[in-house]
C-alpha cells in the first residue's frame, strides 16, 4: 500500500522497502530494469524496460539529467525489487528523459545531432516531444511511480564506458580524438568507419550543448560544424548525395558564412544534376573565398560535361519514341501526328 509505505530519507520520494543506503563510488555502472507509472487508479504504465527487452544503463556522478535515480538506485541491493513515489520535484524532467530512451529503443540516435533552429531558442520555446503521452506530462507535471529492479553493479575498472556514459568533461576530451580518427579513416578511404567516428564526436559536442547553459556554446557549434562538415564529406564518398544536401543545407542556413558548406552541397548537387543549385553554391564559395577559384572553375567544367552527358543520353534516350517512321498512315499515305494519333486511339476506347 503507497498510503503507508515508509517515507525515504529524501523529500518527496517513498518506498514500500528500506534498506541503508550502498556506498556506490563515481564511476559505477548500475544496469537495472524500469517500469514508469502514473499515479492514477489503472497505475498506467508510460515506459517498461522489460517490454523493450533492454535493461538501462546508469553511471553513478554522471549527472544523469533524472537524477532521483541515482538517490534511487543508492538504496537497493543487486536483486532487489523495489517500487517508488515520486513527487513532481524529482519527475518533472522524465519527459525529456524517456524522449531519449525511447528513440535508443527504437534505434535511433538519443540526441539529434544535427539542430534545425538555434538551441538556445528551442529552450524557450514548447515543442512537441514527439509522443502525446510524453507531451502530455510535459504541460501537466504529475509524481510517478518507479519500480526498479537492480541487476548489476560493476566498477569503473569492470567495463568499457561507451560515448553516452561519459561525463561533460570526459566527453570534451573524446571529441577531438574522435575527430583525428576520423580524418585518418577518411586519408585511408574508410569512409564508413570514418563517419561513425565523427558521428561520436558529434554526439559528444551536442550531448554537452544539450545541458549547458554556462558551456561556450560558439566554439561547441563551430566545432560541430566542423565535424558535420568532415561527416558529409565522407557521405559523398559513399554517393549518399540526397543526405548530403539536407545537412549542409542546415548548417550554411544558421551559418551563411562556411564556404566548404556550399562547395559539398554544389558537389552533391552536382551528382544529382541539379544544375542551377550547383551553380549557384559554387559561386557562393566564390563570394565567400576567392582563393578557390581554381577549384571552382574545374567543378564548373566537370559541371558542364555533365550536363552535356546527360542531355546526349536523354537525346538518345527519348529518339525513336516519337520518330515519325513509327507513326500510322493516312489513306493516302500522309503520315499522322504521333501525339494526335494516340489522342485518337485513346478516344476511340473511351468510346467503345
Known amino acids: 500500500d503507497m498510503e503507508n509505505s515508509l517515507l525515504h530519507g529524501t523529500e518527496g520520494i517513498k518506498k514500500n522497502i528500506l534498506c541503508p543506503l550502498v ?27 522489460r517490454k523493450v527487452g533492454m535493461p538501462m544503463e546508469l553511471v553513478i556522478g554522471n549527472m544523469f539529467k533524472l537524477d532521483v535515480w ?22 518533472g524532467l522524465y519527459p525529456m528523459v524517456a524522449k531519449s530512451l525511447r528513440r535508443i529503443a ?5 540526441v539529434d545531432w ?40 560493476q566498477q569503473p575498472s569492470e567495463y568499457e564506458r561507451e560515448s553516452w556514459a561519459l561525463s561533460d568533461e570526459e566527453r570534451l576530451k573524446a571529441v577531438p580524438v574522435r575527430h583525428d580518427q576520423g580524418n585518418k579513416l577518411y586519408k585511408q578511404g ?12 558529434i554526439f559528444c559536442i551536442k550531448n554537452v550543448q544539450s545541458k549547458a547553459w554556462e558551456a561556450p556554446w560558439l566554439k561547441l557549434e563551430k566545432m560541430a560544424n566542423t565535424l558535420t562538415l568532415n561527416y558529409c564529406q565522407c557521405l559523398l564518398r559513399m554517393a549518399e ?17 562556411l564556404m566548404k558548406g556550399f562547395y559539398l552541397r ?13 551553380r549557384a553554391d559554387f559561386h557562393r564559395v566564390l563570394d565567400l573565398d576567392p582563393g578557390m577559384k581554381k577549384i571552382v572553375k574545374k567543378d564548373l567544367a566537370v559541371l558542364a560535361m555533365r550536363m552535356d552527358e546527360k542531355k546526349e543520353e536523354d537525346r538518345l534516350k527519348y529518339k525513336g519514341m516519337f520518330t515519325t517512321a513509327s507513326a500510322p498512315k493516312t489513306p493516302d499515305g ?3 501526328d504521333p501525339f494526335l494519333s494516340h489522342f485518337l486511339s485513346r478516344f476511340a476506347r473511351s468510346v467503345l
Open 23 to 49: 556506498s556506490f563510488p563515481c564511476g559505477t555502472q548500475v544496469t537495472f530494469h524500469f517500469r514508469t507509472m502514473l499515479c492514477n487508479d489503472d497505475r498506467t504504465a508510460l515506459d517498461d524496460s
Open 114 to 153: 544535427h539542430v534545425h533552429a538555434c538551441g538556445m531558442a528551442n529552450m524557450f520555446a514548447y515543442h512537441s516531444l514527439g509522443y502525446e503521452d510524453l507531451d502530455e506530462l510535459q504541460k501537466e507535471p504529475q509524481p510517478l511511480i518507479f519500480l526498479l529492479e537492480l541487476l548489476k553493479v
Open 106 to 110: 527504437e534505434g535511433k540516435d538519443p
Open 266 to 278: 554544389g558537389k552533391a548537387h552536382m551528382e544529382v544534376w541539379n544544375e542551377a543549385e550547383a
Open 334 to 336: 500522309q503520315q499522322v
Open 70 to 91: 541515482e538517490t534511487l538506485l543508492r538504496s537497493m541491493r543487486v536483486g532487489e525489487v523495489a517500487e517508488f513515489w515520486c513527487d513532481v520535484i524529482h519527475t
Open 241 to 257: 548525395y540526397y543526405e548530403v544536401i539536407e545537412h549542409t543545407s542546415d548548417i550554411v542556413n544558421q551559418h551563411p558564412g
Open 190 to 201: 574508410r569512409f564508413e568507419e570514418a563517419t561513425l567516428k565523427y558521428k561520436e564526436a
